[in-house]
């Protein structure tokens, strides 16, 4: 069964950085672009980034362009988010998703990690 | 960027009633429209991809349709395992998104 372990949440200052981190297993990592997705407290699903299947390629929501960068390391079956300058209207639970169809490219994700929390408070 | 109107936000729904929730985009989609259901404190799961298509393992009373800029997901004879937030997402142009969310609540 296809597993996705998001770690790397926590607390943190306006304005400050975090890294969430997004552990791939039981599916060939490297032949599937991934995407993260994020829920604010209460609120509905927003899609936040996707990254080509071989890392080539990658396209963020304008909330986010500019100040996170996704990327992965198909070495290690891992997803990564760099988030730098983080606002208060970061604070989400982020998951990390797997599209479902191989070597596709902004597609449908089927598969779901559990969720990272990030709040960003001061 | 598409933007996915999602309608009623909020149902209220007896057991073994049938649900239909819509979900309007902003431009034509083609059939590039996906159905997520969100149990509370769970990942989304995905019910049916593009408009209509099964998912392995999805119940059959759960049904898709549309095309172009209007969709439908029905849920036939409603079970309390059903309550949930339902979203629409589309995949049709970068970048991906998704609808308001329908909150299924039974009665």
């Known amino acids: 069964q296809v597993q996705l372990v998001e770690s790397g949440g926590g607390v943190v200052q306006p304005g400050r950085s975090l890294r969430l981190s997004c552990a791939a297993s039981?599916?060939?990592?490297?032949?599937?672009?991934m995407h993260w997705v994020r829920q604010a407290p209460g609120k509905g699903l927003e899609w936040v980034a996707v990254?080509?299947?071989?890392?080539?390629?990658?396209y963020y929501a304008d909330s986010v362009k500019g100040r996170f960068t996704i990327s992965r390391d198909n070495s290690k079956n891992t997803l990564y988010l760099q988030m730098n300058s983080l606002r208060v209207e970061d604070t989400a639970v982020y998951y990390c998703?797997?599209?479902?169809?191989?070597?596709?490219?902004?597609?449908?994700?089927?598969?779901w990690g559990q969720g990272s929390l990030v709040t960003v408070s001061s | 960027e598409i933007v996915l109107t999602q309608s009623p936000d909020f149902q209220s729904v007896t057991p073994k009633e049938k649900v239909t929730i819509t979900c309007r985009a902003s431009?034509?989609?083609?059939?590039?429209l996906h159905w997520y259901q969100q149990k509370p404190d769970q990942s989304p799961k995905l019910l049916i991809n593009y408009a209509s298509q099964s998912i392995s393992g999805v119940p059959s009373r759960f049904r898709g349709s549309g095309y172009g800029t209007d969709f439908t997901l029905t849920i036939n004879s409603l079970e309390a395992e059903d309550a949930a937030v339902y979203y629409c997402l589309q995949s049709s142009s970068l970048p991906l998104t998704f609808g308001g969310g329908t909150k299924v609540e039974i009665k």
């Open positions: 990254i080509s299947y071989d890392g080539n390629n990658k």
């Open positions: 039981e599916f060939t990592f490297s032949t599937y672009g």
């Open positions: 998703a797997k599209e479902r169809a191989r070597y596709s490219y902004g597609g449908d994700p089927d598969y």
């Open positions: 431009q034509r989609v083609g059939n590039s």
